[in-house]
T-cell receptor, first 114, second 116 residues
Framework: GAGVSQTPSNKVTEKGKYVELRCDPI?????LYWYRQSLGQGPEFLIY????????DSGLPNDRFFAVRPEGSVSTLKIQRTERGDSAVYLC????????????FGEGSRLTVL | GENVEQHPSTLSVQEGDSAVIKCTYS??????FPWYKQELGKGPQLIID?????GEKKDQRIAVTLNKTAKHFSLHITETQPEDSAVYFC???????????????FGPGTSLSVIP
């Protein structure tokens, strides 16, 4: 497809479980971002990649959160030992930094931790 | 780090009236200020942006103004229509060049309702 694709769209898990969220960016976009959005809040920055490397991971809340982008395209956000407070919509965005600062967002993965 | 504040949190206007949303930012190094619109169940979508070398920018019914001295920027929507109803986010970033930007920090959002 032409846009940013995120899977799964919905994920329900139990406290303490491990979760992976996948992001497939727009082809050719070198920058990829992860944000977390709680109900009624703005997107909260987590991490961004320029190519394969994490250019800025200062938004990751703790060491239970980790993200990878091994080939510079698809990215996976990994959350270990999930807690109820991790429940949110996780948004991925990609950008062609060579042209503008615009971020193109996916529709998000809604995570519910019971 | 950068902190972006936004108000009002909710705004209700009659169709055809204007809507104004105001934001402030804290990091004087920020020089790129985008605005995003988010509809229910969708990801945010860029509607307009402004860079610090420009004080105002207009695109049809939408305009943005920037006051770098005061660290304020605003979104103005004229002749509002029901399809303008959505959540609007202001944001700030540091553009180190045309090809290199730091992370984008978002405000908390304004829920705009346009009443027919």
């Amino acid at each position: 497809g032409a846009g940013v694709s995120q899977t799964p769209s919905n994920k329900v898990t139990e406290k303490g479980k491990y979760v992976e969220l996948r992001c497939d960016p727009i082809s050719g976009h070198t920058a990829l971002y992860w944000y977390r959005q709680s109900l009624g809040q703005g997107p909260e920055f987590l991490i961004y990649f320029q190519g394969t490397g994490a250019a800025d991971d200062s938004g990751l809340p703790n060491d239970r959160f980790f993200a990878v982008r091994p080939e510079g395209s698809v990215s996976t956000l990994k959350i270990q030992r999930t807690e109820r407070g991790d429940s949110a919509v996780y948004l991925c965005a990609s950008s062609n930094r060579g042209r503008s600062g615009e971020l193109f967002f996916g529709e998000g993965s809604r995570l519910t931790v019971l | 780090g950068e902190n972006v504040e936004q108000h009002p949190s909710t705004l209700s206007v009659q169709e055809g009236d204007s809507a104004v949303i105001k934001c402030t930012y804290s990091d004087s190094a920020s020089n790129y200020f985008p605005w995003y619109k988010q509809e229910l169940g969708k990801g945010p979508q860029l509607i307009i942006d402004i860079r610090s070398n420009v004080g105002e920018k207009k695109d049809q019914r939408i305009a943005v103004t920037l006051n770098k001295t005061a660290k304020h920027f605003s979104l103005h929507i004229t002749e509002t229509q029901p399809e303008d109803s959505a959540v609007y986010f202001c944001a700030a970033s540091i553009g180190r060049s045309r090809t290199s930007y730091d992370k984008v920090i978002f405000g908390p959002g304004t829920s705009l309702s346009v009443i027919p």
